[in-house]
């Protein structure tokens, strides 16, 4: 199957600073890419759409200036959470699409985030 | 608002037995559903999809689609304690977004 790769695995940040996630497609390009955010004993919620050589798609309640989405290719989406506060402690975990115009999606295996 | 509801569970059930995990959905203009498997600390893992009414096998694995009734779920046949996890339902809508169930917790015994 399509392989959907994230780096970092894991990063612990103080107050503050900010992250960036790497979101790789390792052998097919992605036009669209998804990032979910996942709370403990929580479903996957979506955050927003990234598109390739366009804005993202933020979801409702979902801060764009603080969650910084670029779609710099068609295999890598990054997305920076800036400033990041306890709050955003989460699992970052993004997914796309096998094909264009599919649902099916395949996801990378998540960055879990704990800020300090 | 787009909901799919699941039961979160845990669902125990001894090995071997059939296990049994439900879904419904409220947008009756969902095109395509997903079973996923997530294992603890772990991101999802696709098991199954399935776009038409009826059944869909795959080796111990049967998803089962009923769109009049807004329902779908996935039956797993000689559960085994390797499936413990928990199983999130996805529907898509026309547009190819996915929405998430909450995830029921499975639990095989030995």
């Known amino acids: 199957g399509a392989v959907v790769s994230q780096h970092p695995s894991w990063v612990i940040c103080k107050s503050g600073t900010s992250v960036k996630i790497e979101c790789r497609s390792l052998d097919f390009q992605a036009t669209t890419m998804f990032w979910y955010r996942q709370f403990p004993k929580q479903s996957l919620m979506l955050m927003a759409t990234?598109?390739?050589?366009?804005?993202?798609?933020?979801e409702q309640g979902v801060e764009k200036d603080k969650f910084l989405i670029n779609h710099a290719s068609l295999t890598l989406s990054t997305l920076t959470v800036t400033s990041a506060h306890p709050e955003d402690s989460s699992f970052y975990i993004c997914?796309?699409?096998?094909?264009?115009?599919?649902?099916?999606?395949?996801f990378g295996p998540g960055t879990r985030l704990t800020v300090l | 608002q787009k909901e799919v509801e699941q039961n979160s569970g845990p669902l125990s059930v001894p090995e071997g037995a059939i296990a049994s995990l439900n879904c419904t959905y409220s947008?009756?203009?969902?095109?395509?559903f997903f079973w996923y498997r997530q294992y603890s600390g772990k991101s999802p893992e696709l098991i199954m999809f399935?776009?038409?009414?009826g059944d869909k096998e795959d080796g111990r694995f049967t998803a089962q689609l009923n769109k009049a009734s807004q329902y779908v779920s996935l039956l797993i046949r000689d559960s085994q304690p390797s499936d413990s996890a928990t199983y999130l339902c996805a529907v898509a809508d026309a547009g190819n977004m996915l929405t998430f169930g909450g995830g029921t917790r499975l639990m095989v015994k030995p």
């Open positions: 990234s598109n390739e050589g366009s804005k993202a798609t933020y």
């Open positions: 997914s796309a699409p096998r094909l264009a115009g599919v649902a099916e999606q395949f």
């Open positions: 399935i776009y038409s009414n």
């Open positions: 947008d009756r203009g969902s095109q395509s």
